[in-house]
């Protein structure tokens, strides 16, 4: 998805620092700081964050990044307990994603 969306390899890959990257605007990392916060501890969303996010995103796009964040760290837990990850076929070159036991 992110190579859709035109990141780069490089990105994709030195996501970790993606604060200190000049190549990620300040709307994408708003929203990675809401992604890396909410997965790690939710209860680290500060005043100061929701206010960077309402600089860049409306009522409704928070709630959609929200639901997404929320949605794949749901999928990660998932997996994580049944011991499951993507195959070959998941990756960004394949169509459709299946997963297989560890």
Known sequence: MARRLGWSDEQISDLANF???ADFTEKEKAALRLAER???DAHTIDDQL???LRRH???GEVVELLSAIGLFNYFNRFNDALQMEPTASAT???SEGSLSKR
């Open 19 to 21: 604060e200190q990257r």
């Open 57 to 59: 995103f409306d009522e």
């Open 38 to 40: 909410m997965t790690r």
């Open 92 to 94: 960004p070159s394949g």
């Open 50 to 52: 929701w206010t960077e």
